[in-house]
């Protein structure tokens, strides 16, 4: 229950202006409907009205477009149009907001406090700062009354996929909406944001070249989180260098997706490009964002390692029993047939024992698509196939950090790196490590 003392609840009036709001954006997409539009037409007038939503409900049609097997191809591509940086909030904003969380005198806390953003997105921005003890700071500020923002757009966005389910019939995203609504409020909560960066900090304390901001709890709360500053080169600063160094890089980028994945049941549920730096050299992979994490119910890792076990033994009831474990319903041998042709993209490169690229000559933002539209053929024969919550943000990150590897043109042997990863797996001793690490950072 939210509390009625905090000015930025769910609150119903919030919700109904913000309903009113978006939906003055989307009238045309319902006009464009009505009047028998094609399906690429309706998917470029609904593109062009949430760009002119912004807040959640964009961000969440941009994450829709990175899981190439929810949304119908003509959707798919025109929300990866959408542009993720918002203009930032001036500093009459940042006052307010500074103020109700750390008070009156929150600029004494600080030794220095940039007014300008270095950084702006759809829930909130980043200023710099500076620490009395002469650390460099990132200050992550929420924007005012997300909370009723997110909950109206997700009232609109089930509408929205109840229009793709109507139009296009192959796939249920029932679940996956739900999953995505849990994530994104999970995400407006800095508090627990702050101690999933401490999460990954400790699953990836084995490997000192992978690096985590230091939150600073004392000056951080519910709706702002500082940290320190890592000062590193985004990723698309390395795509030229010589192919050893970007194969390092991707090595990196693998064990601090995989490991914490295999290993303990979580994942970076968003694998952007803007989420890594790397350090001098490309020595060292720097992670700098933690509010879209998915911690995984033991069980769901035993179907993840059994997949790729089956899949690389060519043993079918394995492969069969991975899709239960994970969820799926009415399994039969049309359906299996199809989530194999999926899962065979996906599990490709790790089951290949060679060097190799993640796919040769596909663009990254092209990759996925292709086989996910044979995929949909497959299925609209099936009927409505109901998408397992918990597939949805590994099958997300899972096609983001192919991409990555695509601009990064890396050579791995992806299938060996796979095997140390899961070398000695047991489902009773992930579920051991992960209830030490979750209740160590507070997230039991």
């Not at 004494?108 to 200023?127: D, I, M, N, P, Y």
């Not at 929420?142 to 019939?169: C, N, R, W």
């Amino acid at each position: 229950m939210s509390d009625p003392r905090d000015p930025e609840r769910n609150r119903i009036t919030a919700r109904i202006g913000r309903v009113a709001k978006v939906g003055a954006s989307m009238s045309s997409a319902v006009v464009a409907r009505a009047s028998g539009a094609d399906q690429a037409t309706l998917a470029r007038v609904l593109r062009q009205a949430l760009g002119q939503s912004k807040g959640p409900l964009m961000k969440v049609a941009q994450l829709l477009s990175t899981i190439p097997d929810l949304l119908p191809q003509a959707y798919a591509e025109e929300f990866r149009k959408l542009q993720a940086h918002a203009p930032a909030m001036g500093w009459p904003f940042v006052q307010r907001r500074m103020r109700a969380e750390l008070g009156e005198n929150w600029e004494t806390k600080f030794a220095s406090f940039e007014r300008e953003a270095a950084a702006a997105a759809s829930l909130g921005q980043v200023h710099r700062a500076t620490s009395h003890d002469g650390r460099a700071l990132a200050c992550k500020l929420q924007y005012p009354d997300m909370a009723s923002a997110v909950e109206a757009d997700l009232g609109q966005l089930k509408t929205l996929l109840g229009l793709f389910k109507s139009m296009d019939g192959s796939l249920d995203s029932s679940e996956a909406i739900e999953e995505v609504g849990e994530r994104l409020r999970e995400e407006l909560d800095y508090a627990r944001e702050l101690k999933q960066m401490r999460l990954f900090a400790l699953m990836l304390a084995d490997d000192p070249r992978i690096q985590t901001p230091e939150p600073l709890e004392q000056l951080s709360t519910k709706r702002l989180l500082t940290m320190t500053w890592l000062e590193g080169k985004g990723l698309m600063h390395w795509l030229d260098e010589p192919q050893q160094l970007r194969n390092r890089i991707a090595e990196l980028m693998f064990k601090a997706w995989w490991g914490p994945m295999t290993h303990y049941g979580v994942i970076h549920g968003d694998p952007h490009l803007g989420n890594y730096a790397l350090t001098e050299n490309a020595e060292g992979l720097q992670l700098l964002d933690f509010g879209c994490v998915r911690i995984f119910p033991p069980r769901f890792l035993e179907g993840v390692v059994g997949l790729w076990r089956g899949l690389k033994a060519e043993d079918m009831d394995q492969v069969a029993h991975s899709y239960e474990i994970w969820g799926f319903k009415n399994l039969n041998a049309e359906l299996i047939d199809a989530l194999t042709m999926w899962a065979r993209f996906i599990y490709g490169p790790m089951l290949d024992d060679r060097v190799r690229t993640i796919a040769d000559d596909v663009p990254p933002g092209e990759y996925g698509r292709r086989e996910a539209f044979a995929v949909r053929a497959r299925l609209k024969t099936l009927g409505p196939v109901l998408i397992p919550r918990e597939f949805v943000f590994m099958d997300r990150a899972a096609i983001g950090l192919g991409a990555a590897f695509l601009h990064l043109r890396a050579e791995l042997n992806f299938s060996e790196m796979f095997a140390q990863s899961v070398e000695g797996f047991s489902t009773e001793a992930l579920a051991q490590r992960q209830s030490d690490a979750v209740k160590h950072v507070g997230l039991a």
